[in-house]
């Protein structure tokens, strides 16, 4: 059922507010998403395909340099399907002050500063280990 020629200027006068008071957000609401992820594989897998003809012509043909051009192919596809794809940053990151800035949670990490890494994490524990048995 169509919309009246009323409800479409409605809708369009929301629009309108909607784009005047939040422009990011329309913006993120109307942009489209990247590759599907089927995509991703069907791209790695035509990938890995050409790479593997590469290297069975260029052992037939006794040209290494295009069997090797072939196994590099072939593994930048591979490469391609397993890495993981960039996401943008979704849900709330923080509250909008009136004059446009940001304002982080509190429990939020800062743009600048690094999560602790793996080694730090264990040896903290170790630390904590040696120490529990010393008491």
Do not use: C
Not at 2 to 16: G, I, N
Not at 30 to 44: E, Q
Not at 63 to 73: N, R
């Amino acid at each position: 059922m169509p919309l009246s020629e009323y409800e479409q200027r409605v809708l369009e006068q929301m629009e309108r507010q909607l784009t005047s008071d939040d422009p990011r957000l329309a913006n993120t609401l109307t942009s489209r998403g990247g590759r599907r992820p089927v995509t991703r594989y069907v791209i790695a897998g035509a990938g890995a395909v050409v790479g593997l003809l590469l290297l069975v012509v260029g052992a037939a043909s006794s040209e290494p340099w295009l069997g090797a051009l072939g196994f590099v192919v072939m593994f930048a596809a591979v490469a391609f399907a397993f890495a993981a794809p960039r996401r943008a940053r979704s849900g709330p990151q923080g509250a909008v002050r009136p004059d446009g800035t940001v304002r982080r949670p509190t429990g939020a990490t800062r743009p600048g500063t690094r999560k602790q890494g793996f080694m730090s994490r264990m040896e903290e524990r170790w630390d904590r280990r040696r120490h529990e048995g010393d008491r």
